[in-house]
């Protein structure tokens, strides 16, 4: 049977053979930047959902810096999450972004000196997430690269009460897969695919997360993520 890993080294092989990846490199052990990128973000503006959200999530990875950039020009609110959640998320407003820098204020170098970080529970209501991924087949199933963090980023806001909401993935059209991608109920699924060829709707038939599965949370995984406790103590007795 196949595995995620399988999956997820193929993918990368096949970007670095056809150099259809960028900087940074090598591309595995990472979402790969890919090259396209730029038209890809271009099709997630042209989602119905997208004009009219005011708050965006998106993944601090280089192949989504694109779409980060064109959430501040389009005067909507940008959020990228920080590691492994430590400290909540930077929140971007496009007021706070000069006309012309939004590349910059978006790139992990800089955000800081545009945006503040903010706890979890200070963060607004969040319309859209867009994902990096390694992998995404057709019908939503996502592989990451392995550590699940948006896995447990979505299903953190979704414990704290933010709605079921649309989930976007932006990858090279190279990274589609017709593999029967493994799934847990823990993992996100897309609803839009943005490749730099195309937008497709996926339909998904899988429920996405609708909260934290406190079972399957380990010491160690509350040791390396504070915030788990903080939500954990935020929504008892809720």
């Known amino acids: 049977m196949i595995t ?74 940008l959020l990228v999450p920080t590691p492994r959640l430590k400290a909540g998320f930077i929140m971007v407003k496009p007021e706070w972004v000069p006309a012309g820098e939004e590349r910059k ?27 990096g991924s390694v992998a995404l087949h057709r019908d939503g199933r996502r592989v990451g690269k392995g550590e699940g963090y948006a896995d447990r980023e979505y299903a953190i806001i979704r414990e704290l009460g933010n709605a079921d909401i649309p989930i976007v993935g932006t990858i090279h059209s190279a990274q589609l897969t017709d593999q029967d991608v493994p799934r847990d109920p823990f993992d996100i699924t897309v609803d839009w695919i943005a490749t730099e060829t195309e937008l497709r709707k996926t339909n998904s038939p899988y429920d996405k997360p609708t909260g934290i599965n406190w079972e399957l949370v380990t010491e160690e995984e509350l040791a390396e993520m504070p915030v788990l406790r903080e939500i954990r103590e935020l929504t008892k007795g809720s």
């Not at 053979?17 to 790969?32: A, M, W």
């Open 4 to 77: 995620k890993q399988d999956i997820r080294e193929s993918k990368w092989q096949y970007l670095t053979d056809h150099k259809l990846g960028r900087f940074p490199f090598p591309l595995q052990n990472r979402i790969p930047n890919f090259k396209g990128a730029e038209r890809a973000a271009e099709f997630v503006t042209t989602i119905p959902d997208y004009k009219y959200a005011e708050v965006i999530k998106v993944n601090p990875d280089a192949p989504q810096l694109p779409i980060r950039a064109q959430i501040i020009k389009d005067g909507k609110v």
């Open 105 to 131: 204020a978006a790139s992990l170098s800089h955000i800081k000196s545009y945006g503040r970080e903010i706890l979890l529970s200070e963060a607004p209501r969040i319309d859209m997430f867009i994902v």
